[in-house]
């Protein structure tokens, strides 16, 4: 599809000067870099005439277009600032958030002040802009006759509720409703249910709108809050919670309000916890799960917890107790003592990060309105719970039996019965099944195969077992004991068929196990195809029979990728080139397709395309001012690693290459990389690995893919770097003595181990590296609060035993017990709150390098995590790493940072905390 945007610039081409055409191309520069642009969110209308997308800029203030598609017209309508825009689903509206500068906005921070949006209101068919001030957000109705505006609530105000106004888009007529606190549109769209929360509470409770009438109708009202609005699938019927205290309790429990038939004879009822004997004694209802309908309208599901007693209302010592001889420690403050004990299912600092979720968490409950029956599902050993797609059963999961957990998550599976909480055991030993849409069959691997389960007859079936393929992923290494499969299954809407993957093609697979088809020849030509859904949020409900499919397609060693519509028995591909294609939907109510396609040289822009997919229409056109500068393309590298695999590799070429010129050449490695081919670098002063700014300073930039073997993650990244680096250096374009290697993380692992095993590399730079694989594999992953350990032996550590079993090969991958003897200078950057590698990792790299005295230096940025944060840190250390690789590749002058260090007196912040 390149031809497309190729066409514009041959157009615009022919109609320049001659001067014009002659005129020098430049060399793009750091300060070039604030213009250019990156696309946003987008969205295209339900009828697919009218488009909108962000533009965010490098450097400086973004903003929002509106545009209508047609052929006769090329209109577009800037916002500067403008954020999440949506249409209206009678396709006559747009409206979006007005933000401000971004000057504004850190003028407003330093303040301690947030941004106040404002809302703009487009109509289609005139242009004609609308703005309200002070929106916090915004909502069409569905059948897009009204706009809800939510203004900020005041900066005083000690309740949830704020002013809404409700715009009546047909009339051009605006309501007014205060202290909201929340709000929901029904299905149709001509009810509108709000609750209240006043700051003086007399004004609270539930009331429903009717937006045709303007009938308000006022269903409870009470001085308590109300919360978790919900409406049913068809939006006939709404639920609320109403606060309920208790004496000597911590928190409320709630009662639950169902307003049932509300287009004919509406029909109330309660839900209150007292009156059922079902209902555990010491619970309460939760108002942090929503109350949830069931698709029948039936039952709505509620989250219920233990309830805990008020700590201030526990019973006083008595006088007696009071003149007992007084502890020499009671005027002491309790301990913080962390206890970590080796029975643990969950260590000490997972169990801080999953605190607030552990604080929110709750049994899943069911309440059955029809006979007014509460039944609990959820259990102490069945907290993970899903509903099957028709909610008449429960799965449920309960993993005790194997905690701790040190490999793989292990959990018996169960399934319940909604009406009567009767439970079954299905599978030992398991992880996660899926349900389907219509609650008939849960889908789940195991023994190499897919299965499924048919609920109401209680049977397994291999549904796949005589099909001639493999379907676990066996192109991934990393420890487990049983391979995951290749894609997780993707069902139709009916529950009769369900889409299945091996490693090129896609199965159409009957549920009983009857019948099989092959939809797809990806394997003979190593095309990849997937299922793709094109409509947003219709993938719980199921792929619709009488609807064509759609694919993604990816050539595993070509790098081409497109789209690919199977309809009636026949596979057409629609798009497929070298050219990289995603964000690939479809307008709502019309058979109009958008999606984006960038390459190495063509900024990533978005088509629109009809039914027949010919004659795409341009809907933006990123960084025209790309044609002043110099700019490279990429080639694929195919390249044997030692073990004899064959692998690919993207190169990059320097922006002014000249064919017989040598050049310096920049190694990025993570794992595999040839995927990225096609893929549009924008140039970034804030990124170390900025594959445009090194080719636009006249480097090659190559990213070669590493296959693994397990124990030998380290051995493995050389045995396939080297080999393609020196394919590359084959080809006569490179500098020999001009190479360098970087990564971050994993990635700086295997550059820091690299560097160990070969002299081949002149320059490093490694972002947070792996270094001790001992100390690392009992260190903590502080982001998760997960052990590495499990990371090594079941994901990307590759160590399937633990170090005390297999100590030479997890000697042999540490980079510092390798360090003795590295010839190629090394910079390395840590943050000192590293959540993913621990901060210590390298700390032991810099004492390692400097006592053995080796070319190292690290770069530490005080309270950054796994990835720089705050701007002028990366600035900082894309600046240094730059330099780094501009003194030991090509020979430039050194910073005195390089040289000399920097003193901690002489840092830069530590000098202005003195100056203040």
């Not at 409700?166 to 001509?190: A, H, W």
């Not at 993957?501 to 003979?524: C, I, Q």
């Not at 088509?607 to 001012?625: A, I, M, R």
């Not at 090194?694 to 190559?702: A, I, K, P, W």
Request: aromatic share 14%; with cysteine; proline share 4%.
């Amino acid at each position: 599809m390149r031809h497309f945007r190729l066409a514009i610039l041959l157009i615009s081409c022919f109609l320049l000067s001659i001067s014009t055409l002659s005129a020098q191309k430049q060399k793009l520069e750091p300060k070039d870099y604030g213009q250019w642009q990156r696309i946003g969110g987008t969205e295209l209308s339900p009828d697919g005439e009218w488009f909108s997308y962000n533009i965010s800029l490098e450097d400086g203030d973004g903003w929002l277009i509106i545009k209508e598609v047609g052929a006769d017209t090329t209109a577009e309508h800037k916002f500067m600032h403008g954020v999440r825009p949506d249409f209206s689903n009678d396709n006559k509206w747009a409206a979006f958030l007005i933000g401000v500068s971004e000057d504004e906005q850190k003028k407003l921070e330093e303040q301690n002040k947030s941004v106040r949006y404002k809302l703009g209101l487009m109509n289609l068919a005139t242009t004609q802009v609308d703005t309200f001030k002070n929106v916090q957000s915004f909502e069409f109705s569905n059948n897009g006759h009204h706009l809800l505006m939510r203004k900020y609530k005041p900066e005083e105000s000690n309740t949830d509720g704020a002013d809404v106004i409700i715009r009546n888009l047909r009339q051009g007529t605006n309501q007014l409703v205060g202290n909201v606190s929340e709000y929901e549109f029904n299905k149709k769209g001509d009810k509108l249910a709000l609750l209240l929360d006043a700051t003086e509470d007399f004004g609270n409770g539930a009331h429903l709108y009717d937006l045709a009438s303007n009938r308000i109708n006022i269903l409870d009202s009470d001085t308590t809050n109300y919360k978790e609005l919900s409406w049913n699938k068809e939006g006939t019927a709404v639920a609320f919670l109403k606060e309920l205290e208790k004496e000597d309790f911590k928190d409320p429990t709630h009662l639950v309000y169902a307003f049932r038939n509300l287009n004919q004879s509406p029909q109330k009822q309660i839900f209150d916890q007292q009156e059922f004997q079902t209902f555990p004694d010491s619970f309460r209802v939760v108002d942090y799960q929503e109350p949830r309908w069931s698709d029948d309208g039936g039952t709505l599901f509620m989250g219920i917890k233990e309830w805990e007693k008020d700590p201030e209302e526990a019973p006083k010592k008595s006088d007696a107790d009071s003149t007992a001889k007084k502890n020499d420690d009671d005027d002491l403050d309790p301990s913080n003592v962390e206890v970590w004990h080796w029975k643990d299912a969950d260590i000490q600092p997972r169990q801080e990060v999953m605190a607030d979720a552990e604080r929110r968490s709750n049994y899943l409950s069911a309440w059955h309105l029809d006979d007014d029956k509460f039944v609990q599902l959820g259990a102490e050993n069945r907290e993970q719970l899903q509903l099957t797609g028709d909610q008449k059963h429960v799965v449920a999961y309960n993993p005790k039996p194997y905690e701790p957990a040190f490999e793989e998550d292990w959990r018996e599976v169960y399934v319940l019965d909604v009406a009567t909480g009767e439970e079954k055991k299905i599978l030992d030993r398991h992880e996660f099944v899926r349900t389907s849409p219509d609650g008939q069959y849960l889908l789940y691997f195991k023994d190499k195969n897919w299965w499924t389960y048919d609920i109401s007859e209680d049977t397994h079936t291999n549904i796949t077992g005589d099909i001639d393929s493999r379907f676990e992923n066996f192109t991934r290494v990393n420890g487990r004991e049983y391979r995951r499969p290749f894609g997780s299954g993707d069902w139709a809407e009916d529950d009769q068929w369900v889409l299945i993957y091996d490693r090129y093609d896609t199965y159409k697979v009957w549920t009983d196990g009857s019948n099989y088809n092959r939809l797809t020849e990806g394997a003979s030509d190593r095309i990849r195809f997937r299922y793709t859904s094109i409509d947003y949020g219709d993938d719980q409900d199921g792929i619709k029979d009488d609807q064509p499919i759609f694919f993604s397609m990816y050539g595993d060693t070509t790098k081409k990728r497109g789209y690919a519509r199977y309809t009636d028995g026949n596979l057409e591909t629609l798009i497929y080139e070298d050219q990289m294609y995603n964000r690939f939907s479809r307008a709502d109510s019309t058979d109009r397709f958008v999606y984006q396609m960038q390459s190495a040289t063509d900024s990533p822009d978005m088509f629109l395309v009809d039914n027949s997919f010919d004659d795409p229409v341009t809907l933006t056109f990123t960084n025209p001012q790309q044609e002043d500068y110099y700019w490279a393309d990429d080639e694929l590298i195919t390249f044997t690693n030692e073990r004899g695999d064959q692998l690919e590799g993207r190169l990059l070429y320097p922006a002014n290459y000249e064919p017989g010129e040598t050049y310096p050449m920049v190694t990025y490695i993570y794992e595999k990389r040839s995927q990225t081919m096609h893929s549009y670098s924008m140039p970034s002063r804030k990124s170390p690995y900025n594959f445009r700014r090194f080719s636009s300073e006249g480097y090659f930039v190559f990213q070669p893919d590493i296959n693994y073997e397990l124990r030998d993650p380290g051995v493995s990244a050389v045995e396939s770097v080297v080999p393609a680096v020196e394919k590359v250096i084959d080809t006569g374009m490179i500098n020999e003595d001009q190479i360098g290697l970087t990564g971050h993380s994993w990635g700086a692992y295997q550059t820091t181990f690299i560097i160990t095993q070969t002299n081949l590399f002149n320059s490093a730079v490694a972002g947070a590296p792996l270094t001790n694989m001992i100390s690392m594999y009992n260190s903590i992953y502080w982001n998760s609060g997960m052990t590495d350990a499990k990371i090594f032996e079941v994901s990307q550590g590759r160590f399937p035993d633990p170090w005390w079993e297999d100590w030479d090969n997890f000697v042999d991958n540490s980079p510092i017990f390798n360090m003795e003897g590295v010839n190629t200078p090394l910079l390395v950057e840590f943050g000192t709150d590293d959540g993913a590698v621990d901060f210590n990792q390298g700390v032991e790299l810099y004492n390692t390098m400097r006592r053995m005295q080796n070319p190292f230096v690290m770069l530490v940025y005080e309270g950054e995590n796994h990835g720089l944060a705050r701007e002028e840190n990366q600035i900082d250390y894309a600046t240094r790493a730059f330099e780094w690789h501009e003194h030991y590749l090509l020979g430039k002058e050194p910073a005195d940072w390089i040289t000399e260090g920097l003193p901690y007196l002489e840092r830069p912040a530590i000098q202005e905390e003195e100056q203040e």
